[in-house]
């Protein structure tokens, strides 16, 4: 399965936008880009998916390199609701199959008041 | 819709009991995910779904069991508890295209005392 690669922790300051990176360098053709983040005490939630162009949506937007091998989660004007553990994760949009889905260790945002 | 709804939100067993975690989707999910999550950890993958009748090890299975019977439901069971298993456990859904994201139950906060 490829894997994804982020930073331990990242802090930024509260109405500051926040870039969250994630590099993955094994990323297949087929594979999704997948952004989940959990809230303290909470289950993940998701945040967005892109396979190629860049997205957004009202949570935030994702921008995907050219060669896919690597994306940045961008919050653009960070709360303090957004402290969360981030997670960046590579789903295969093939149809049925065996899906084992791994959590890598995530990011862990501060955001200062 | 209700989304995927875990039954208990907590619960405190004694060494050696058993019991059955619940999990209920009802968005006509066909992959269904058990994680557990230590205190500053991340999640770890028990046991997944991929649709009725199939069920598949993932990281961590020693110690539990899971059926399928429905599209619906996705029980966990442990038998014999142990102090190991204090933890809490969520449970997850999707459909089976990359395009697709997942969807998290609330949790389980259970206690083995």
């Known amino acids: 399965d490829a894997k994804t690669t982020q930073p331990n922790s990242m802090e930024s300051n509260e109405e500051e936008p926040v870039h969250l990176p994630c590099n993955h360098s094994?990323?297949?053709?087929?594979?999704?880009i997948h952004w989940y983040r959990q809230l303290p005490s909470q289950g993940p939630e998701y945040v967005i998916h892109?396979?190629?162009s860049n997205v957004n949506n009202r949570m935030a937007s994702l921008a995907i390199a050219e060669d896919r091998k690597s994306s940045t989660l961008i919050l653009h004007r960070a709360t303090l609701r957004d402290a969360a553990v981030y997670y960046c994760?590579?789903?295969?949009?093939?149809?049925?199959?065996?899906?084992?889905?791994?959590f890598g260790k995530g990011m862990k945002l501060t955001v200062n008041p | 819709n209700a989304g995927v709804t875990q039954t208990p939100k907590f619960r405190i067993l004694k060494i050696g009991q058993s019991m059955t975690l619940q999990c209920t989707q009802d968005?006509?999910?066909?992959?269904m995910y058990w994680y557990r999550q230590d205190p500053g950890m991340g999640l770890k993958l028990i046991y997944y779904?991929?649709?009725?009748?199939?069920?598949d090890k993932g990281e961590v299975p020693n110690g539990y069991n899971v059926s399928r019977s429905t599209t619906e439901d996705f029980p966990l069971r442990l038998e014999l508890a142990a102090p190991s298993q204090t933890s809490v456990y969520f449970c997850?859904?999707?459909?089976?295209?990359?395009?697709?994201?997942?969807?998290f139950g609330s949790g389980t906060r259970l206690t083995v005392v």
């Open positions: 094994t990323i297949s053709g087929t594979d999704y």
């Open positions: 779904s991929v649709g009725a009748g199939i069920t």
């Open positions: 997850a859904s999707s459909y089976s295209r990359g395009n697709y994201g997942y969807t």
């Open positions: 994760i590579l789903r295969d949009q093939g149809w049925g199959g065996s899906e084992k889905l791994v």
């Open positions: 892109g396979l190629t």
């Open positions: 968005m006509n999910h066909n992959y």
